[in-house]
C-alpha cells in the first residue's frame, strides 16, 4: 500500500515563530488531507489538497503531487496551535480509504 | 457546522465481552469510518461504509464487524475484546466518495481488562 512520511516528528517553537511540515508519500494521490489533533484528541480536518495551494488565516499548505509531497506551513505560531499535524493520503481506486502518516507532534511555548 | 458524536468518551470492558461502538453523524453524509489510534502507528482505518447495510474492509479488520442499518448512524462491534484492542477508537464521515473532507468525532477510549 502506500507509504506515508512525515517529518519533523517532533518539533518545539516560541510563540510567534514559523514552522513548515512535510508529507512525502510514496504513489500518486487523488485526496491528501491535513488534520491537527489538539490535546485533548479531536483531530480538525484543516485542508483538503490534493494538489495546488490553499491558505487559512495563519495556516497555508501546498501539495506538489507530481513530486509526491505537501507543505504545511503556519505562521506566528501560537499556543493553542501546538497538538500533533497529521497528514493523510488516498490514492485512484480507493479515494476514501484514508492512510494516514504518524504525525508531527508540535508544541509551541511562551 | 458537521457535528459527528461517540457514544463513549471512555469505555472499561472485560476480554471476551461484546463491545458495541456507537457513530452518529447529523449531516447526511455518505461515508462513515471507524479508525484506531495507537501510539507510533498513527491512525488505522478499520472499516469503512459508504451507503446504508454497505460496508467495506480498511486495512485492520481482523476481530472487528461493522453495522449501519441507517445512513446516520455506524456501529463498530468487538465481538469478544482482547487486550490488543484496548486503543482510542475514532469515528469520522464525509459528503461523497473520496472527494471531501472528513470529519472526526471526539474519540471513544477503550481498555480490555
Known amino acids: 500500500g502506500i507509504q506515508v512520511e512525515q517529518s519533523p516528528p517532533d518539533l518545539i517553537l516560541q510563540e510567534g515563530a514559523n514552522s513548515t511540515l512535510r508529507c512525502n508519500f510514496s504513489?500518486?494521490?487523488?485526496?491528501l488531507q491535513w488534520f491537527h489533533q489538539n490535546p485533548w484528541g479531536q483531530l480538525i480536518n484543516l485542508f483538503y489538497?490534493?494538489?495546488g495551494t490553499k491558505q487559512n488565516g495563519r495556516l497555508s499548505a501546498t501539495t506538489v503531487a507530481t513530486e509526491r509531497y505537501s507543505l504545511l506551513y503556519i505562521s506566528s505560531s501560537q499556543t493553542t496551535d501546538s497538538g500533533v499535524y497529521f497528514c493523510?493520503?488516498?490514492?485512484?481506486?480507493?479515494?476514501?480509504?484514508?492512510?494516514f502518516g504518524t504525525g508531527t507532534r508540535l508544541q509551541v511555548t511562551l | 457546522d458537521v457535528k459527528v458524536t461517540q457514544s463513549s468518551r471512555y469505555l472499561v470492558k472485560r476480554t471476551g465481552e461484546k463491545v458495541f461502538l456507537e457513530c452518529v453523524q447529523d449531516m447526511d453524509h455518505e461515508n462513515m469510518f471507524w479508525y484506531r489510534q495507537d501510539p507510533g502507528l498513527g491512525l488505522r482505518l478499520i472499516y469503512f461504509?459508504?451507503?446504508?447495510?454497505?460496508?467495506e474492509k480498511g486495512d485492520i479488520p481482523e476481530g472487528y464487524s461493522v453495522s449501519r442499518e441507517k445512513k446516520e448512524r455506524f456501529s463498530l462491534i468487538l465481538e469478544s475484546a482482547s487486550t490488543n484492542q484496548t486503543s482510542m477508537y475514532l469515528c469520522a464521515s464525509s459528503f461523497w466518495r473520496g472527494r471531501d473532507t472528513q470529519y472526526f468525532g471526539p474519540g471513544t477510549r477503550l481498555t480490555v481488562l
Open positions: 461504509s459508504y451507503d446504508v447495510k454497505m460496508k
Open positions: 504513489d500518486s494521490v487523488n485526496n
Open positions: 489538497i490534493p494538489s
Open positions: 493523510a493520503v488516498a490514492y485512484t481506486g480507493t479515494a476514501s480509504k484514508l492512510t
